[in-house]
């Protein structure tokens, strides 16, 4: 009995061993074989921004899309929509920014052009043609001052009664006053003198 108990110990060492280094193997192989495609993140930028910086900035006027670490020559697709969804609510892309399609450089990085929305809550949906799942999303705002125009300067009140003539602050300008007295005393000598002659005094 003990020597056939022996071999049968054995086998079962080995058949343990085997199993637990089958077991690491398995656990190990996903590391190895993980395709591509789910690497990377995308970011909202202001109109300004420099393209390298990493922050996201979830409130915005006019922005950009910025992306990092993504596989090269990666394909991505992007959609933004209202948040909460607005049925016929404002999105990209639009007539106004028809391409939404974006070439990861060889550095890992993309950016798109300037975008315009009109303000309101938006959730960005990023896919790549590697992605595996339902791709990136950012949620943000955008909230743009509002900036009157300036009404352009005129001039102080209208003319005087009567029609013609000169604006307000020109009528009783030192200069205007002094020139309207003197017209006005010249006028009245020549009057005088015309008068004085007809009646023959």
């Not at 690497?39 to 109109?47: A, L, P, T």
Request: charged share 20%; proline share 11%.
């Amino acid at each position: 009995m003990p020597t056939t108990s022996l071999p049968r110990r054995a086998g079962a060492r080995t058949a343990a061993l085997a199993a637990l280094t089958l077991a690491a193997t398995a656990a190990g192989a996903p590391a190895f074989a993980q395709p591509g495609g789910d690497n990377g993140d995308v970011k909202i930028h202001k109109v300004g921004t420099p393209f390298d910086d990493q922050r996201n900035q979830p409130k915005v006027c006019d922005f950009y899309l910025a992306a990092f670490n993504f596989d090269a020559g990666e394909r991505v697709t992007w959609t933004i929509k209202t948040q909460p969804p607005v049925p016929g609510g404002p999105q990209l892309p639009n007539s106004k920014y028809p391409n939404n399609v974006v070439i990861i450089e060889s550095d890992g990085m993309a950016q798109t052009i300037p975008l315009e929305l009109p303000d309101g809550q938006y959730k960005l949906t990023w896919k790549t043609d590697k992605g595996h799942g339902a791709g990136k999303h950012k949620v943000f705002k955008v909230d743009c001052p509002i900036s009157k125009p300036t009404a352009p300067p005129g001039p102080n009140g209208g003319p005087p009664a009567g029609g013609g003539g000169l604006a307000r602050d020109d009528a009783f300008g030192p200069v205007a006053g002094a020139a309207a007295v003197g017209l006005a005393a010249v006028t009245g000598v020549v009057w005088f003198r015309v008068r004085r002659r007809a009646h023959g005094a």
